[in-house]
Protein backbone atom coordinates (compact mmCIF):
# COMPACT_ATOMS: atom_id res chain seq x y z
CA UNK A 1 0.00 0.00 0.00
CA UNK A 2 1.29 3.41 -0.87
CA UNK A 3 -0.06 6.72 -0.83
CA UNK A 4 2.51 9.25 -2.29
CA UNK A 5 1.13 13.53 -2.28
CA UNK A 6 2.55 15.47 -4.31
CA UNK A 7 2.81 19.63 -5.82
CA UNK A 8 3.99 21.47 -2.19
CA UNK A 9 6.25 24.07 -1.90
CA UNK A 10 6.36 27.97 -1.94
CA UNK A 11 3.89 30.48 -2.64
CA UNK A 12 2.89 33.78 -1.97
CA UNK A 13 -0.52 35.00 0.03
CA UNK A 14 -3.35 35.01 -2.14
CA UNK A 15 -1.53 32.53 -4.83
CA UNK A 16 -2.26 28.65 -5.59
CA UNK A 17 -1.19 25.17 -5.13
CA UNK A 18 -3.11 21.75 -6.15
CA UNK A 19 -2.20 19.05 -3.83
CA UNK A 20 -2.06 15.38 -5.33
CA UNK A 21 -2.47 11.72 -3.51
CA UNK A 22 -2.03 9.06 -5.60
CA UNK A 23 -2.67 5.30 -4.03
CA UNK A 24 -1.80 1.71 -5.10
CA UNK A 25 -1.82 -1.77 -3.73
CA UNK A 26 -5.39 -1.24 -2.16
CA UNK A 27 -9.02 -0.81 -3.63
CA UNK A 28 -8.92 2.99 -4.28
CA UNK A 29 -12.57 3.82 -4.55
CA UNK A 30 -13.58 1.71 -1.86
CA UNK A 31 -12.12 4.50 1.12
CA UNK A 32 -12.58 7.69 2.01
CA UNK A 33 -10.08 9.84 0.94
CA UNK A 34 -9.20 13.14 3.79
CA UNK A 35 -6.38 15.88 3.80
CA UNK A 36 -5.02 16.57 7.15
CA UNK A 37 -1.78 19.21 7.67
CA UNK A 38 0.09 19.80 10.43
CA UNK A 39 1.96 23.20 11.04
CA UNK A 40 5.05 23.29 13.44
CA UNK A 41 4.08 22.85 16.70
CA UNK A 42 0.81 21.90 16.63
CA UNK A 43 -1.61 18.97 16.12
CA UNK A 44 -2.39 17.35 13.09
CA UNK A 45 -5.85 18.52 11.47
CA UNK A 46 -8.54 17.62 9.29
CA UNK A 47 -9.11 19.72 6.10
CA UNK A 48 -10.92 18.19 3.93
CA UNK A 49 -12.50 14.57 3.22
CA UNK A 50 -14.37 13.69 0.16
CA UNK A 51 -16.56 10.47 0.10
CA UNK A 52 -15.83 7.20 -1.89
CA UNK A 53 -18.06 8.55 -4.93
CA UNK A 54 -17.12 12.02 -4.41
CA UNK A 55 -20.77 12.74 -3.79
CA UNK A 56 -20.28 14.30 -0.31
CA UNK A 57 -17.19 16.53 0.77
CA UNK A 58 -16.56 18.93 4.44
CA UNK A 59 -13.99 21.02 5.01
CA UNK A 60 -12.32 22.59 8.20
CA UNK A 61 -14.10 26.33 9.16
CA UNK A 62 -10.69 27.92 7.92
CA UNK A 63 -10.32 26.65 4.49
CA UNK A 64 -14.10 26.34 3.31
CA UNK A 65 -14.81 28.50 -0.02
CA UNK A 66 -11.06 28.40 -0.78
CA UNK A 67 -10.15 24.73 -1.02
CA UNK A 68 -11.70 22.13 -2.98
CA UNK A 69 -11.07 18.34 -2.34
CA UNK A 70 -11.96 16.07 -5.68
CA UNK A 71 -10.84 12.66 -6.88
CA UNK A 72 -10.74 10.83 -9.95
CA UNK A 73 -11.23 7.15 -8.75
CA UNK A 74 -10.28 5.70 -12.54
CA UNK A 75 -6.76 7.52 -11.51
CA UNK A 76 -6.83 6.19 -8.21
CA UNK A 77 -5.64 10.03 -7.28
CA UNK A 78 -7.25 12.69 -4.74
CA UNK A 79 -6.73 16.42 -5.10
CA UNK A 80 -6.98 19.47 -3.05
CA UNK A 81 -6.84 22.87 -4.62
CA UNK A 82 -5.93 25.38 -2.37
CA UNK A 83 -6.58 28.88 -3.55
CA UNK A 84 -6.19 32.33 -1.49
CA UNK A 85 -3.79 30.82 0.43
CA UNK A 86 -2.54 32.35 3.84
CA UNK A 87 0.49 32.31 5.65
CA UNK A 88 -1.13 30.71 8.42
CA UNK A 89 -2.02 27.95 5.65
CA UNK A 90 1.92 26.71 6.00
CA UNK A 91 1.76 23.01 7.24
CA UNK A 92 3.11 19.67 5.86
CA UNK A 93 0.11 18.42 4.05
CA UNK A 94 -0.87 14.39 4.65
CA UNK A 95 -3.61 12.01 2.75
CA UNK A 96 -5.22 9.40 4.72
CA UNK A 97 -7.53 6.11 3.13
CA UNK A 98 -9.91 5.02 5.08
CA UNK A 99 -12.01 1.94 4.51
CA UNK A 100 -15.48 1.86 4.11
CA UNK A 101 -16.25 -0.46 6.18
CA UNK A 102 -13.29 -2.27 7.86
CA UNK A 103 -10.89 -0.52 10.28
CA UNK A 104 -7.06 0.30 9.47
CA UNK A 105 -6.16 3.36 7.81
CA UNK A 106 -3.45 4.55 5.81
CA UNK A 107 -1.14 7.71 5.64
CA UNK A 108 1.34 9.56 2.97
CA UNK A 109 4.39 10.69 3.90
CA UNK A 110 3.26 14.33 3.30
CA UNK A 111 4.27 17.33 1.03
CA UNK A 112 5.62 21.05 2.52
CA UNK A 113 3.23 24.04 1.69
CA UNK A 114 5.06 27.04 2.61
CA UNK A 115 2.57 30.30 2.17
CA UNK A 116 5.08 33.45 2.37
CA UNK A 117 6.12 36.68 0.70
Known amino acids: VQLVESGGGLVQPGGSLRLSCAGSGFTFRSYIMSWYRQAPGKERELVAAITTNGGTTNYEDSVKGRFSISRDNAKNTVYLQMNSLKPEDTAVYYC???????????WGQGTQVTVSS
Open 96 to 106: KARHLLRPGEY
